[in-house]
């Protein structure tokens, strides 16, 4: 679940939403008894996360397999995994 359970501040804002939208937010929040507005708070919270720019470099591992790896490798090595987890 989105971290509304966090105390963060809060501005209102009016928003227009599509009929349809609504219509299906207004029937999710019905059936898992949350409020329409943490529907709105997550949508809007993870567009936030998206729209969002980091100005440093990540620091990512560039990973070296010895090669070129096809798709015939990933799909043995998820097939394996699966085998091994089973």
Partial sequence: MYHSQWKTRRKKTTVVVDEEDLALIKGAAAREGRAE??????????????????????????????????????????????????
Avoid: Q
């Fill in 37 to 86: 507005s943490e529907y709105f708070r997550e949508a809007l919270h993870l567009v936030a996360l998206r729209t969002r720019r980091w100005n440093e470099d990540w620091d990512i591992p560039r990973l070296d397999f010895g090669g070129p790896v096809a798709a015939e490798d990933i799909d043995r090595a998820v097939s394996d995994g699966v085998a091994d987890a089973g």
